[in-house]
C-alpha cells in the first residue's frame, strides 16, 4: 500500500514508534532531506549511505 507519492504507507498503529530528539538535532535532520522526505526516509537514507560500525568492531581490514 502506497500514501500517493510511492512511498510505502504503514499498515497498522503498531508498526509506528515515537523517538525523542532535541529541537536542534530535529532541524539537523531536516536539513539533510528534502520538503517532501519524512523523518524515516531521512533516517534510512543516512543508514544505507554510511555503513554501520557496532560497539567492539573494527573499521580496519583484518590482516591476512
Known amino acids: ?3 500517493g ?7 497498522k498503529k503498531d ?3 515515537c523517538i525523542q530528539l532535541s529541537k536542534n538535532t530535529r532541524d539537523k535532520l531536516a536539513e539533510l ?9 531521512i533516517i ?6 554510511q555503513p554501520c560500525v557496532t560497539s567492539g568492531e573494527s573499521e580496519e581490514e ?3
Do not use: A, S, V
Open 5 to 11: 507519492n510511492g512511498k510505502p504507507k504503514p499498515r
Open 62 to 64: 583484518p590482516d591476512e
Open 44 to 49: 534510512l537514507k543516512q543508514m544505507n549511505k
Open 15 to 17: 508498526e509506528i514508534t
Open 33 to 41: 532531506g528534502t520538503k517532501d522526505d519524512t523523518f524515516e526516509d
Open 1 to 3: 500500500m502506497e500514501n
